[in-house]
């Protein structure tokens, strides 16, 4: 019902910035809640940030908290993640989900998103 195609990784130098977006399409009235995860090779899949589809709360995962920031455009039905001050461990393939519930946003793990995208992979050299 929903299909979601981020863009915008890349390789930067640690410090750097990036900008990743997710286009979403389909029933998106369905969606309540958007998140952003990110899985390093042979690391399990973890949550960076969500974001409520139409009050815009957000939170955020300790690791990227006050370096990334979470935004939505809900007349666009695309998702952002601006993430500054960019460390080698921020390295993974970046994955935005969908949730038809706001549990995805209470309870960030993979098994509350109902709808993945396919991956921008993001790598940072020190």
């Known amino acids: 019902q929903v299909q979601l195609v981020e863009s915008g990784g890349g390789l930067v130098q640690a410090g750097g910035s990036l900008r990743l977006s997710c286009a979403a399409s389909?029933?998106?009235?369905?969606?309540?809640?958007m998140g952003w995860f990110r899985q390093a090779p042979g690391k399990e899949r973890e949550f960076a940030a969500a974001?409520?589809?139409?009050?815009?709360?957000?939170n955020y995962a300790d690791s990227v908290k006050g370096r990334f920031t979470i935004s939505r455009d809900n007349v666009k039905n695309t998702l952002y993640l601006q993430m500054n001050k960019l460390k080698p461990e921020d390295t993974a393939v970046y994955y935005c989900?969908?949730?038809?519930?706001?549990?995805?946003?209470?309870?960030?793990?993979?098994?509350?998103?109902?709808?993945w995208g396919q991956g921008t992979q993001v790598t940072v050299s020190s």
């Open positions: 989900a969908a949730a038809k519930s706001r549990s995805g946003f209470l309870y960030p793990t993979t098994y509350e998103y109902d709808y």
């Open positions: 389909g029933r998106t009235s369905d969606i309540l809640t």
């Open positions: 974001i409520t589809w139409s009050g815009g709360n957000t």
